[in-house]
């Protein structure tokens, strides 16, 4: 079944299994699996027991809890997102991430608030075709996965990713990442082709910031060498 069409009212939509287009603003959707494709826009807070899909243009407002997620095509979000497992791919402007993996290729100019999870995963997708010689004619400022807060989990590796601060256990600052601070523990890989302002290790007092985020600086700070 397909819900399709501008949906509007007061009330917990339940669904099963379900395809989704469209404008849709209810307090609550609930279900199995719910796949949005097409052009949709939704203000509502999920509660999807399975998976949940976004495909081509998605603009939403509210909370979404769902173990599997997936999105693929330009998504827009404005909430809280908590999930097991996170795939994305294209175009994204989302707010509070967290799952335990996080898997996410960008093709252009992408932002979010803050990312918490467990293994997390940040790279550029491949430029293609003529893309890949016009590349230095275009605006590199567009090329790049921006994170206004905190990046944290206990496996961090990122790609062409602006972040104000990044804490883990083991973190690989890949090419074009621009980074003001990291806090790691086990291991910390820099690239070449990354700028990383300052660098520490994270003392076993500060062992709970991959918890709760919070950075309380370290006696032995150094900036990373570059």
Request: charged content about 25%; overall charge neutral; aromatic content about 6%.
């Amino acid at each position: 079944m397909t819900l399709r069409g501008n949906l509007e009212g007061n009330y917990e939509l339940r669904v099963g299994t379900r395809r989704a287009t469209g404008s849709m603003q209810v307090p609550k959707l609930s279900g199995n699996n719910v796949l949005w494709y097409g052009n949709s826009k939704a203000r509502c807070n999920m509660e999807i027991a399975r998976a949940l899909s976004f495909n081509d243009s998605f603009i939403g407002e509210g909370s979404i809890v769902c173990p599997i997620i997936k999105m693929n095509g330009s998504v827009t979000h404005r909430g809280r997102i908590t999930a097991q497992d996170l795939t994305a791919k294209g175009v994204l402007s989302l707010a509070i991430l967290e799952s335990n993996d996080i898997r996410i290729e960008f093709s252009e100019r992408s932002n979010c608030a803050s990312i918490t999870g467990k293994r997390i995963l940040i790279t550029r997708r491949p430029l293609e075709g003529l893309a890949r010689f016009f590349m230095p004619l275009m605006d590199t400022q567009d090329l790049f996965f921006y994170v206004s807060g905190d990046i944290t989990g206990d496996s961090v590796s990122l790609e062409n990713v602006v972040a104000d601060r990044v804490i883990g256990n083991d973190v690989i600052i890949g090419p074009g990442c621009r980074i003001n601070k990291v806090i790691y523990r086990d291991h910390i890989y820099i690239d070449e082709a990354a700028c990383v302002d300052w660098y520490e290790p994270k003392s076993d007092e500060a062992d709970g910031e991959l918890n709760n985020k919070q950075a309380d600086g370290a006696a032995n700070n150094k900036p990373a060498d570059r």
